[in-house]
């Protein structure tokens, strides 16, 4: 359930699976959350994203026609173009919560994120689609240019990004609105049993440890 005054993403990303990861007490304490999602018809397809504060104020909405070659590469391509626009209008040291439908692809993120915090723990090798390297090495390096990043996988059919990318031409006039370089509020200050802090058993710690 939504809470008001503040983001839908940070609902979402609460709520969902965070591959390899598992969610710290302080996961509402991102400063932005992007939703992305890839589409693809033999006829094109297009990319969606959704960027929002933690306070759900909308940083930019975006439903680019695109022509992948296969859904999973337009996965990789939406959340590029995502991390792209979002580097551009947040400081470095802005906390990241990614949502995406992909499985695959949120995995590869943590995986990415966990190796580059503890070069000894072996996540094991990100298998990246084929025509995706390109935007997999770009996305790692917004990875590495932000203070912290985690993806949770959510379901598709939740997804905000999902009606952009797939009918991006019903949703070109998003792309048109101003970009806004929107930080939010500080958290406010509370107890660790405070509301909307997440239980005891969300502790910092890597999956199965």
Do not use: K
Request: proline content about 11%; hydrophobic content about 35%; some cysteine.
């Amino acid at each position: 359930m939504a809470v008001h005054g503040r983001s839908r993403l940070r609902d979402l990303f609460d709520e969902s699976p965070t591959p390899h990861i598992a969610h710290p007490p302080r996961t509402h304490r991102r400063h932005f959350y992007v939703a992305t999602d890839g589409s693809y018809r033999p006829d094109g397809g297009g990319l969606g994203a959704v960027i929002e504060t933690r306070d759900g104020e909308r940083i930019a909405r975006l439903a680019v026609p695109d022509s992948a070659p296969n859904n999973n590469v337009a996965e990789y391509r939406a959340l590029h173009l995502g991390l792209d626009v979002l580097a551009a209008r947040a400081p470095r040291t802005a906390r990241v919560g990614v949502l995406v439908d992909l499985d695959d692809l949120a995995a590869n993120v943590n995986r990415a994120v966990l190796a580059a915090d503890d070069p000894d723990w072996a996540p094991g090798d990100c298998r990246i689609p084929a025509g995706s390297e390109h935007h997999w090495r770009g996305i790692q390096a917004r990875i590495a240019g932000f203070g912290e990043l985690r993806a949770a996988r959510i379901d598709g059919r939740r997804n905000p990004a999902h009606p952009l990318a797939n009918t991006p031409e019903e949703y070109a006039h998003v792309n048109d609105r101003a970009p806004r370089c929107v930080l939010p509020e500080p958290p406010t200050s509370g107890g660790a049993t405070g509301p909307g802090v997440p239980p005891p058993s969300r502790s910092e710690r890597r999956t199965g440890h």
